[in-house]
């Protein structure tokens, strides 16, 4: 389980150096929570508000002691267990020039690198962002259009009509600082890379003359305060199923220290050296299982029938039939804020990384 090799991986790395075994064991634990490798960021990107926003609301939910649906992200109203932001990594194909009636503001190749998403994720939702850093209080008005690109023709060749198609042409103002696009379904084509051919963005000032005289400074501010980000929601149907409905059980007051129960293990991730990638939190309560489960089990003990029944055989047999394992019997999960191994911002929440109950079993 992944709370086990956590625990275990933790007490080790606490004692010893990383030793070549220690690492390999780092790297399947990793490997478990869905890394490639150890993340390093080289130069990480700010964290989005939404995802601090969503980060905290998972928390608040957490310390009010409700359980959040990990399957489903409610500020979306989607089905989803990751959050990522992805970066755009395109260059300007017409730059802004300094005519004094520029036909065009700006055309920009968009390109979101989204090779992190894995196989068995389903793209639930798409979204691109055009951010705008800096508005005026006129609000200048533009004519947008956003193609996406369908093949790639060399320079020199011209531009032929199949080798885009348009997805969007609106009016917008500069009065608003962020414009959102629905790029599900385009997400989803992308999840094969060679159809990831990027997007094409072309902004235009509208032809008004009352301002025509100033339309050269509002297209360089367009052009230097532009930011675009892609941030997608996916769905594992693997991590995502319905969890089995688990026998209740009353507690009952114990004091013996020796006994099967719950015990505090805080996990802080500067410790394991994980804060350079890890944003929030810094830590949290895994907790761990630790005790004898005695013959006969009691309520206390929350035994399974199994775990009944192996005692009662071990009162026959002691020497070849063990009594039976103090384990956890019920487990919460967490989110995690975190750069992943291309340093784009990730908002996760993981099954199972909480001890909450123990039993023998």
Known sequence: MVWLRLWAFLHILAIVTLD???????????????????????????????????????MGSSSQKKKPDLCFVEEFNVPGSVIRVFPDQGRFIIPYSDDIHPTQCLEKRLFFNISAIEKEERVTMG??????????????VFDLRLYRTLQITLKGMGRSKTSRKLL????????????????????????????????????????????????NDECKDIQTFLYTSLLTVTLNPLRCKKPRRKRSYSKLPFTASNICKKRRLYVEFKDVGWQNWVIAPQGYMANYCYG?????????????????????????????IPLPCCVPTKMSPISMLFYDNNDNVVLRHYENMAVDECGCR
């Open 292 to 320: 004898e489960c005695p013959y006969p089990l009691t309520e206390i003990l929350n035994g399974s029938n199994h775990a009944i029944l192996q005692t009662l055989v071990h009162s026959i047999e002691p020497e070849d």
């Open 127 to 140: 979204q691109l962002e055009l951010r705008f850093s800096q508005n005026t209080y006129y609000g200048r």
């Open 168 to 215: 969007v042409a609106q009016t917008f103002r500069l009065l608003h600082k962020s414009l959102f696009f629905n790029l599900t379904e385009i997400c989803q084509s992308w999840q094969d890379p060679l159809k990831n051919l990027g997007l094409v963005l072309e902004i235009f000032p509208k032809k008004e003359s009352s301002w025509m005289s100033t339309a």
């Open 20 to 58: 070549p075994e220690l690492k390999r064991r780092e790297e399947l634990f990793l490997r478990s929570l869905g890394f490639s490798s150890k993340p390093n960021p080289v130069s990480p990107p700010p964290v989005p508000s939404i995802l601090w926003r969503i980060f905290n609301q998972r």
